[in-house]
């Protein structure tokens, strides 16, 4: 079956200017997850939902950053006013149980 | 809060020669242990997982794990490595409530050589 899809795959965005990003999780999985993976490091924990509920956005770094799941499926990942530190890869996972399936994420590059 | 560390940020190895990738957590709860393997330009791909009973997890291509609570350790083996082999290795405890975030090392780059 389809895994986690995510778009654009590849996004350059001027500073100041806002960008979305998609992330399509698999079907009938109930929890997904952001994570920001700066150049050389590993994955940080950026927002989680179960459904269409919001239950921990503890990681978004400021409040440029905005998440959204409405119809408990597709999710949309907002950053208004983007600044250089901003560039990074976004990778989305969405887990049923115990096990987080990752997209290829979005490598967002902001000059 | 829990924490991660992988404490080698770069393993060389020869092909056909056996691999370990450290990895210590902090944590004072009962964890899910995690080890993901990511190739250049693409996510995340689980190579195996602990989540209770035995505490040697095999998982795919041939890696395998030993959960050690005493030492909150989680290493990661494979007794020969081959070329495809290399990529970015990434440990990654979760909350024991089994969808609640992962929380990753920094990697441990793999590279194996002819």
């Known amino acids: 079956g389809a895994g986690v899809s995510q778009s654009p795959r590849y996004k350059v965005a001027k500073r100041g200017q806002d960008v979305a990003l998609r992330c399509d999780p698999i079907s009938g999985h109930v929890s997904l997850f952001w994570y920001q993976q700066a150049l050389g490091q590993g994955p940080e924990f950026l927002t989680y939902?179960?459904?269409?509920?919001?239950?921990?956005k503890s990681g978004l770094p400021s409040d440029r950053f905005f998440a959204e799941r409405p119809e408990g499926s597709v999710s949309t990942l907002k950053i208004q006013r983007t600044q250089q530190e901003d560039s990074a890869v976004y990778l989305c996972?969405?887990?049923?149980?115990?096990?987080?399936?990752f997209g290829p994420g979005t490598r967002l590059t902001v000059l | 809060a829990q924490s991660v560390t992988q404490l080698d940020s770069q393993v060389p190895v020869f092909e056909e020669a056996p691999v370990e990738l450290r990895c210590n957590y902090s944590?004072?709860?009962?964890?899910?242990l995690f080890w993901y393997v990511q190739y250049p330009n693409q996510g995340l791909q689980l190579l195996l997982k602990?989540?209770?009973?035995?505490?040697l997890v095999k998982g795919i291509n041939g890696f395998e794990a030993e959960f050690n609570k005493s030492q909150t350790s989680f290493h990661l083996r494979k007794p020969s490595v081959h070329i495809s082999d290399t990529a970015e290795y990434f440990c990654a405890p979760g909350g024991s409530g089994g969808s609640e975030k992962l929380v990753f090392g920094k990697g441990t780059k793999l590279t194996v050589n002819p």
């Open positions: 944590s004072s709860v009962s964890v899910y």
């Open positions: 602990y989540l209770s009973g035995s505490t």
């Open positions: 939902f179960q459904n269409e509920a919001q239950l921990d």
């Open positions: 996972a969405s887990s049923l149980v115990s096990e987080q399936f």
